[in-house]
């Protein structure tokens, strides 16, 4: 009796588990097409669909080849005020689906009123960091990392 009630119980948290979507720490969706981790009140991540269904501004960006093109998203601020930043952070890197990362200064991004979490025709999200150097320009950005 004992092991089978044992049987059940596991079945039942992993079904759950699996159900939730949540990750086994910090209450990150397992299917986050964005999360925030690092140094913050509480890690975070998002469906890109709830990504899209947020308070949404646009931004320009001017490529290395002189094209401008204007981008719609999220505003950056937002984002990290969900996550709630601690004091003491100082930068954050953008980590892409492919591995590339790219480490920008926090005190630069709180400025910066019109960086965004842009979306792309093909799904996913670019960084576009108006005035910041091409390198913070990652695309297929997957998480931000506080540090």
């Known amino acids: 009796m004992k092991k089978s009630l044992m049987v059940v119980a596991l079945v039942l948290m992993m079904v759950l588990a699996a159900c939730g ?3 086994a720490t ?11 981790t690092g140094n ?8 890109e669909k709830d990504i899209r269904a947020m ?3 646009q931004a320009e ?9 204007t981008y719609t998203g999220v505003p950056l601020n937002d984002l990290l005020d ?25 005190a630069e991004v709180k400025a910066c ?7 792309r025709d093909e799904g996913g ?8 150097s091409n390198k913070a320009q990652v695309r297929g950005v997957i998480e931000i990392q506080v540090k």
């Open 40 to 47: 913050v009140n509480g890690e975070v991540g998002w469906s």
């Open 61 to 69: 960006f001017t490529n290395k080849d002189g094209v401008t093109n």
């Open 21 to 23: 979507g949540k990750a």
């Open 82 to 106: 969900k996550a709630g930043v601690k004091s003491g952070a100082t930068a954050l890197v953008f980590v892409a689906d492919d591995g590339f990362t790219s480490e920008v200064d926090l």
């Open 125 to 132: 999200f670019v960084m576009v960091m108006p005035g910041f």
């Open 26 to 36: 910090g209450g990150v969706p397992a299917d986050a097409a964005l999360k925030i």
């Open 113 to 119: 009123t019109n960086c965004i979490v842009g979306f």
């Open 55 to 57: 308070k949404t501004a």
